[in-house]
């Protein structure tokens, strides 16, 4: 009945028309469609097919991982294959070249059938069916809209046949059938055909061959039974075996080649469509990691959407190509060695970021741990997890840096006033101005000691002091300056307190005595790029994980040039940044600028690096957390050995060995092939009390000494 009214209705207005050549029945075909193309849903205008988004490594060629709602890339007509533009057109609409969007003589003949056996199907042309898949996918339409796209009623195929004529009256064929097979569902999880030709032979669809094309084809008519990946073969078979002989029938293939086609096995070459960071390949699995930042950064980006809902919404429908800034090669590197360290069922763990200075692009995230939301047996967050245990997040605080955070002071002390050659006499145990009720204080202070009161206590400065790690001449040095300036410049340098405890005490920090021993949690991304900071003369860069963004047509919106552009200022004077490195240069066995500074924590670092290197290490109490961080002009890497479930597990002080050993590696090697640079010298003023090289402090006379341990310095 539903066939027998379209007739009648349609029939006086397009048997002069639409049954007719296009070239002869354009305004036959308008008159019927009463709608100008521009009265169109703006959907049908320009269809917002939901686009998947592909993620690159830094060099734009590497496929990290892909996000989609619907797995589907449009392609222009250019790009696909002849022989499946052939292949659906035979299949699905034998006279679309003839008709101008609707087929009077197809509804003749399915009304014939249906009259048989009382089912409404068949003479939906290749334009219907794409206003019918438009409508249908339609993001903006209510759900009962949608619904309504594809019921069975006069009224519904009469809007679709309108709005088809109208198309056909503005669009010329190629281009309504680009849009056809960029929005046809083929089944496995394959939106167009672009997705299609990979799910099913993993090649494009400019390289699909007759039989493929005609297996692809036949797939629309009913895609999830006629998939040969989820069913037997045959039934594709002898789809794809009557849409070569459809073919046939067009004249688009000959009869021979259609039998060489039909001799062919299907020769199915499939590609399983996997989204999100769990699909980044099984042997790159710590790439998981870094998309996983990724994806947190990109859902903070207020340029792409209110909130991150719509944030990654875009992502996932957006169709857009990012180039990330993580560096397959060292990442990969980065990950061995963080197994080195610590085995992947170990519940101990060794997280590593690197950072390029100047620009804050993160180029590895690693960790010895598989990216996997598979459940574990130890109970814990290993061997499998998705916690973002490397650059943090709500529910990874991080870890104890321990001397690392010497740094804050230092710097502190520097941009205050305070030149290198600064001098003090400390020794252990060493009573502070810091209140302390615990039963090991001295008269009611805290009174720290050096782990190595022989090698750290006595006269030291900076360049020594820090070279050392001497526990006594930075508490010395941070009641000079004052922990709050200390603290100050650690937020500045991007440092995060997530720990509640951290936040409260950084909040009112005077009183913080403890804190340039590293005692607040912090992440490796956080600390590397601080240190970062330093190297590049001071110029403070909020990390990211992108390079560039760009759409499915290679344009760059406002938002994507924004958020892709490093995000940088000045937060330090050069010069306080180059006299801070130069006494990391003490600690990795390196000369500073002026004078010497034998004997720093990790001299064998300078050998193993093979260039100009600063650096820090650092030991929380007891020996909880073991870290480094070393730093060049060009890339700034910070490790960590720690137990992320629990803090209370000492990994000792023998694992530090092998932080070092990791972090000096992955300098050396993720530098390999790039230019030598060395670190500017700081100016003698800042580095002498006196301005210049030549009258530096000198340490007092035993006769005339005081350590600052004493009652007077209360």
Not at 167 to 188: H, M, Q, T, V
Not at 376 to 393: D, K, R
Not at 413 to 425: H, I, M, R, V
Request: glycine fraction near 8%; proline fraction near 6%; include cysteine.
């Amino acid at each position: 009945m539903l066939t027998l009214v379209l007739l009648g209705v349609i029939v006086g207005g397009v048997i002069a028309g639409a049954t007719l050549p296009v070239s002869a029945g354009v305004g036959m075909a308008a008159k019927l469609a009463g709608d100008s193309f521009e009265d169109l849903p703006s959907d049908l205008q320009t269809p917002p097919t939901p686009q998947a988004s592909y993620i690159y490594a830094s060099d734009g060629k590497t496929q990290i991982t892909q996000f989609w709602e619907e797995n589907r890339t449009d392609v222009g007509i250019e790009d696909i294959a002849k022989v499946m533009q052939d292949a659906i057109v035979a299949a699905e609409d034998t006279r679309f070249y003839q008709h101008g969007g609707v087929d009077v003589k197809g509804l003749m003949r399915a009304f014939v059938s249906n009259t048989q056996g009382g089912e409404v199907s068949g003479a939906s042309t290749l334009t219907m069916q794409y206003v019918r898949n438009v409508l249908k996918n339609d993001q903006t339409a209510t759900d009962e809209e949608r619904e309504a796209a594809t019921e069975l009623s006069t009224g519904r195929k009469l809007q679709e046949i309108r709005f088809a004529v109208t198309i056909e009256d503005k669009l010329d064929k190629p281009e309504i059938l680009r849009r056809y097979l960029n929005i046809a569902y083929f089944g496995n999880k394959a939106y167009g055909i672009s997705a299609a030709a990979r799910a099913y032979f993993s090649t494009t669809p400019d390289k699909l061959t007759l039989g493929q094309a005609a297996m692809i084809a036949g797939l629309v008519k009913s895609p999830d039974a006629y998939d040969p990946v989820n069913n037997p073969e045959d039934q594709a078979v002898g789809r794809r075996d009557y849409v070569l002989n459809a073919m046939v029938g067009t004249g688009a293939i000959t009869q021979a080649e259609a039998d060489a086609a039909i001799a062919e096995p299907l020769n199915l070459k499939p590609t399983t469509a996997t989204s999100n960071c769990t699909a980044v390949p099984n042997t790159h699995n710590s790439w998981g990691f870094f998309c996983d930042y990724f994806l947190s950064w990109w859902k903070q980006q207020e340029e792409f959407g209110p909130t991150p809902e719509d944030r990654e919404e875009l992502l996932k429908k957006g169709g857009l190509r990012i180039v990330t800034s993580m560096d397959p090669a060292l990442q990969d590197k980065a990950a061995a060695e963080a197994v080195r360290i610590y085995p992947v069922d170990n519940p101990r763990a060794a997280p590593l970021a690197a950072v390029e200075p100047g620009t804050g692009k993160v180029k590895a995230l690693a960790i010895n741990r598989r990216f996997s939301i598979e459940p574990n047996a130890s109970g814990g967050n290993y061997p499998n997890t998705v916690n973002q245990f490397i650059a943090g997040s709500e529910d990874s605080a991080g870890y104890q840096f321990g001397s690392t955070f010497k740094v804050f002071v230092m710097l502190a002390a520097l941009e205050n006033g305070f030149p290198l050659d600064t001098g003090y006499s400390t020794k252990s145990p060493f009573k502070s101005i810091y209140p302390d009720g615990s039963a090991t204080a001295c008269g009611g202070f805290w009174c720290p000691s050096n782990a190595d009161k022989t090698y750290q206590d006595g006269y030291q400065n900076m360049w020594t002091g820090f070279g050392k790690s001497s526990n006594t001449y930075f508490i010395k040095l941070q009641q000079e300056v004052g922990v709050t300036k200390a603290v100050e410049m650690a937020k500045r340098l991007g440092i995060q307190f997530r720990n509640q405890q951290d936040a409260t005490l950084a909040a009112e920090p005077s009183g913080w005595g403890s804190f340039t021993l590293g005692v607040s949690a912090t992440t490796p991304l956080d600390m590397a790029n601080a240190y970062a900071t330093l190297a590049a003369d001071g110029k403070f860069c909020k990390p990211t994980p992108v390079v560039s963004i760009t759409d499915s047509t290679g344009a760059v919106s406002d938002a994507a040039a924004k958020v892709a552009q490093p995000d940088c200022t000045q937060a330090l004077d050069k010069d306080v940044a180059r006299a801070a490195l130069d006494a990391g240069r003490c600690v990795v066995g390196q000369a500073p600028a002026y004078g010497s500074c034998p004997n720093g924590t990790s001299t064998q670092v300078s050998g193993m690096v093979g260039r100009p290197v600063s650096g820090k290490s650092g030991s929380s109490d007891n020996y909880s957390t073991e870290s480094f961080i070393g730093v060049t002009p060009q890339l700034a890497i910070a490790g960590i050995a720690a137990n992320p479930d629990n803090p209370a597990d000492l990994v000792g002080a023998d694992i530090q060995k092998e932080v070092i050993r990791s972090v000096a590696t992955l300098l050396h090697d993720g530098l390999e092939g790039q230019p030598v640079r060395d670190f500017p010298n700081p100016s003698e003023t800042i580095a002498f009390k006196s301005g210049s090289a030549s009258s530096p402090q000198l340490a007092p006379s035993p006769s005339t000494s005081r350590s600052p341990s004493t009652e007077d310095d209360d």
